[in-house]
């Protein structure tokens, strides 16, 4: 069952009478729909909303450092007006909100909405088929939708044509995973326990390490992440992280050939 967040998504995007999701505008989209924003540095959180009587502030943080992002954080805050005009409320929203982490009803529709304007299912699958799996290709579908690559990564888990999973951490400590459903690998309980200490994510927490562009997929074994069954071969496979580090966050992105 389609949810109302993404029928919501294509309503507009029908609206707009586009075909190419990047030429929408987002502050004239919330401007249509009774919003302003305002771009003004804010502490601890990338977007802001106030929704009184039918009309809504947007603020956006003008430290963001990449437009993508600022265009999920948009799209998230139109989500807000759209699908919840009836409330009376503030939404402030951060990479526990924007990354899937917080799990909020609210939230997730804002998301999901944000996902589907921007990414719209079929254009998304479309992009994939027959594309091979790898960091590469997560920048390239990022460029092509004008997406962060966090978002170009959960999209893919839905979406892509190859099985993959992700783990969020902050501060070192893992706050969420996701996989496809076609990843049949056992993950042990590892939220708000350390990165593991052979990981790609913890080069990063314990030496600063950043991987160039051309290294950023490297090979690791999979009991690296996974649980290793009685009769599971601790096979290679690969982790590429996308680091933010204002947030000290990784996604950790876990697959194999």
């Given at each position: 069952?389609?949810?109302?967040?993404?029928?919501?998504?294509?309503?507009?995007?029908g609206?707009?009478?586009?075909?190419?999701?990047?030429?929408?505008?987002?502050?004239?989209?919330?401007?249509?729909?009774?919003?302003?924003?305002?771009?003004?540095?804010?502490?601890?959180?990338?977007?802001?909303?106030?929704?009184?009587?039918?009309?809504?502030?947007?603020s956006?943080?003008?430290?963001?450092?990449?437009?993508?992002?600022?265009?999920?954080?948009?799209?998230?805050?139109?989500?807000?007006?759209?699908?919840?005009?009836?409330?009376?409320?503030?939404?402030?929203?951060?990479?526990?909100?924007?990354?899937?982490?917080?799990?909020?009803?609210?939230?997730?529709e804002?998301?999901?909405?944000?996902?589907?304007?921007?990414?719209?299912?079929?254009?998304?699958k479309?992009?994939?088929?027959?594309?091979?799996?790898?960091?590469?290709?997560?920048?390239?579908?990022?460029?092509?939708?004008?997406?962060?690559?966090?978002?170009?990564?959960?999209?893919?888990?839905?979406?892509?044509?190859?099985?993959?999973?992700?783990?969020?951490?902050?501060?070192?400590?893992?706050?969420?995973?996701?996989?496809?459903?076609?990843?049949?690998?056992?993950?042990?309980?590892r939220?708000?326990?350390?990165?593991?200490?052979?990981?790609?994510?913890?080069?990063?927490?314990?030496?600063?390490?950043?991987?160039?562009?051309?290294?950023?997929?490297?090979?690791?074994?999979?009991?690296?992440?996974?649980?290793?069954g009685?009769?599971?071969?601790?096979?290679?496979?690969?982790?590429?992280?996308?680091?933010?580090?204002?947030?000290?966050?990784?996604?950790?992105?876990?697959w194999?050939?």
């Open positions: 069952m389609i949810s109302k967040a993404v029928l919501k998504a294509r309503e507009v995007f609206y707009c009478g586009i075909e190419d999701p990047t030429a929408i505008s987002l502050p004239d989209l919330i401007i249509y729909y009774n919003g302003i924003v305002n771009e003004t540095p804010l502490n601890n959180c990338d977007g802001r909303m106030v929704m009184k009587n039918g009309r809504s502030i947007v956006l943080n003008s430290n963001i450092e990449f437009p993508q992002k600022k265009r999920f954080v948009l799209a998230h805050e139109l989500g807000h007006i759209l699908l919840h005009s009836n409330n009376e409320a503030t939404f402030s929203d951060d990479y526990s909100t924007l990354e899937a982490y917080k799990h909020g009803s609210q939230e997730k804002a998301n999901d909405f944000a996902t589907e304007l921007l990414m719209p299912e079929l254009l998304f479309n992009a994939c088929f027959k594309q091979k799996f790898s960091p590469d290709l997560i920048r390239q579908l990022s460029e092509k939708f004008n997406t962060s690559l966090t978002s170009t990564i959960y999209r893919f888990i839905d979406l892509g044509n190859h099985p993959i999973c992700i783990f969020f951490s902050k501060d070192g400590k893992i706050l969420y995973h996701k996989k496809s459903p076609q990843l049949y690998c056992k993950i042990p309980e939220n708000k326990l350390s990165v593991p200490s052979d990981s790609v994510a913890n080069e990063y927490y314990s030496q600063n390490r950043i991987y160039r562009k051309e290294d950023s997929a490297q090979q690791i074994s999979k009991s690296t992440w996974f649980e290793l009685d009769y599971d071969k601790d096979t290679p496979m690969f982790e590429f992280c996308v680091i933010t580090p204002r947030y000290n966050t990784v996604v950790s992105v876990i194999e050939k």
